[in-house]
């Protein structure tokens, strides 16, 4: 099917939509259902139109060029109309393009350190905190749901939910191994160490979303460690969860609450079984196109943070900023985020054109 073919069907299906609404005793579940079509074929509808209107401007136009009368006119409307029409045709395809189902979700941020001891946790609490002050620049809320830290300040593992407009869409890329080079606090000679961290970045579920028999499910409940006094020792409000098909086990004890703890390790589990349902097509899919993107496997060194040159650089899109202050604080984190979405973007629209 060429794009002129899709787009003809793409208006005549919002045409279809738009009728059905108009038509009286629809039943409450279809008019939620068509309305929510409806609003999303609005704009790809009134794209193609803008752009259609462009495309008969300009055969008009240099039908208008054998008139002498008529022929400046016509050369100045198309030298307005030329460079016009690839761009909305370039908006429309971008519309077009296949949306992942969770780009509109609330995220799960995991954070554990990897291979370099301290210097690896110090590392993961840095890459922790400079997603919080990145939340904080998006206008997102970032509510720590568990940390766990050694005794230099350092971060063994941290999770925290990340909510606001599109968090998904922008963070998912993020996912993968970190890698920090620099000199240790602990480092007497000044050798510049290599640590890293891993980052998962997980669409967040409901209970609809992912259905979870009860009868898979191994919960075990134990006194929880660390700081809170009295509390820890008589209270058993550690949960510990462990799915039986998948084998995915986690563990909640931020909460004095058992019940409390229960819920935030079930809005783990789920996020985490729709990750590893959903990982195997992605990577599949990444790689029949071959994206250079990556699968958003936490497994794949994505990016280095090298401080003693002060550059920090993403090895999948070789893009390579010298400003490493600014992404660590959270500023310059967009710079990378944006390319690689752009990146992602051109080769969708590369596998679209090759379909048509």
Same mark, same amino acid.
């Given at each position: 099917?060429?794009?002129?073919e899709?787009?003809?069907?793409?208006?005549?299906?919002?045409?279809?939509v738009?009728?059905?609404l108009?038509?009286?005793?629809?039943?409450?579940?279809q008019?939620?259902?068509?309305?929510?079509?409806?609003?999303?074929?609005t704009?790809?509808?009134?794209?193609?139109?803008?752009?259609?209107?462009?495309k008969k401007?300009?055969a008009?136009?240099?039908?208008?060029?054998?008139?002498?009368?008529?022929?400046?006119?016509?050369k100045?409307?198309?030298?307005?109309l030329?460079?016009?029409?690839?761009?909305?045709?370039?908006?429309?395809?971008k519309?077009?393009?296949?949306?992942?189902?969770?780009?509109?979700?609330?995220?799960?941020?995991?954070?554990?350190?990897?291979?370099?001891? !301290? *210097?690896?946790?110090?590392?993961?609490?840095?890459?922790?905190? /400079?997603?919080?002050?990145? $939340?904080? =620049?998006?206008?997102? #809320?970032?509510e720590?749901m568990?940390?766990s830290?050694?005794?230099?300040?350092?971060l063994?593992?941290?999770t925290?939910?990340?909510?606001?407009?599109?968090?998904?869409?922008?963070?998912?890329?993020?996912?993968?191994?970190?890698?920090?080079?620099?000199?240790?606090?602990?480092?007497?000679n000044?050798r510049?160490?290599?640590?890293?961290?891993?980052?998962?970045v997980?669409?967040?579920?409901?209970?609809?979303?992912?259905?979870?028999?009860?009868?898979?499910l191994k919960?075990?409940?134990?006194?929880?460690?660390g700081?809170?006094?009295q509390?820890?020792?008589?209270?058993?409000?550690?949960?510990?969860?462990?799915?039986?098909?998948?084998?995915i086990?986690?563990?909640?004890? !931020? *909460?004095?609450?058992?019940?409390?703890?229960?819920?935030?390790a /079930?809005?783990?589990?789920? $996020?985490? =079984?729709?990750?590893? #349902?959903?990982?195997?097509?992605?990577?599949?899919?990444?790689?029949?196109?071959k994206?250079?993107?990556?699968?958003?496997?936490?497994?794949?060194?994505?990016?280095?943070?090298?401080?003693?040159?002060?550059?920090v650089?993403d090895h999948?899109?070789?893009?390579?900023?010298?400003?490493?202050?600014?992404?660590v604080?959270?500023?310059?984190?967009?710079?990378f985020?944006?390319?690689?979405?752009?990146?992602?973007?051109?080769?969708?629209?590369?596998e679209?054109?090759?379909?048509?």
């Amino acid at each position: 099917m060429s794009l002129t073919e899709t787009y003809a069907k793409v208006v005549e299906r919002f045409e279809e939509v738009r009728d059905a609404l108009s038509q009286p005793g629809l039943a409450a579940e279809q008019f939620t259902k068509l309305s929510k079509e409806y609003s999303d074929l609005t704009p790809v509808a009134e794209a193609i139109g803008d752009l259609n209107k462009a495309k008969k401007e300009l055969a008009d136009a240099e039908q208008m060029l054998s008139d002498p009368d008529m022929r400046e006119e016509a050369k100045n409307e198309i030298d307005l109309l030329r460079p016009r029409i690839p761009k909305l045709e370039l908006r429309v395809q971008k519309m077009l393009l296949p949306k992942d189902a969770a780009d509109e979700r609330n995220a799960l941020l995991e954070i554990r350190a990897g291979t370099g001891g !301290d *210097e690896a946790a110090l590392f993961a609490a840095l890459l922790f905190d /400079m997603y919080r002050k990145y $939340a904080v =620049i998006r206008g997102w #809320k970032f509510e720590v749901m568990e940390l766990s830290q050694n005794d230099i300040g350092g971060l063994k593992e941290g999770t925290a939910q990340i909510s606001g407009k599109g968090v998904f869409a922008r963070l998912k890329f993020e996912s993968g191994v970190h890698r920090v080079q620099r000199v240790p606090q602990t480092e007497a000679n000044g050798r510049v160490h290599t640590s890293t961290a891993t980052v998962a970045v997980l669409p967040e579920m409901e209970e609809v979303d992912v259905d979870i028999d009860e009868r898979d499910l191994k919960i075990d409940v134990y006194r929880s460690s660390g700081a809170g006094g009295q509390h820890v020792n008589k209270t058993e409000s550690a949960v510990r969860i462990t799915h039986l098909p998948t084998g995915i086990v986690v563990a909640m004890q !931020d *909460e004095r609450s058992q019940h409390k703890n229960r819920a935030k390790a /079930m809005k783990i589990l789920r $996020a985490k =079984i729709y990750e590893k #349902k959903s990982s195997a097509i992605h990577a599949a899919h990444a790689a029949e196109r071959k994206s250079q993107v990556g699968t958003g496997d936490r497994s794949e060194r994505i990016r280095t943070y090298n401080f003693p040159q002060g550059r920090v650089t993403d090895h999948r899109i070789d893009m390579t900023l010298y400003k490493i202050d600014d992404v660590v604080n959270g500023t310059a984190l967009d710079d990378f985020i944006d390319a690689l979405i752009t990146r992602d973007e051109a080769e969708k629209l590369a596998e679209l054109g090759a379909k048509t």
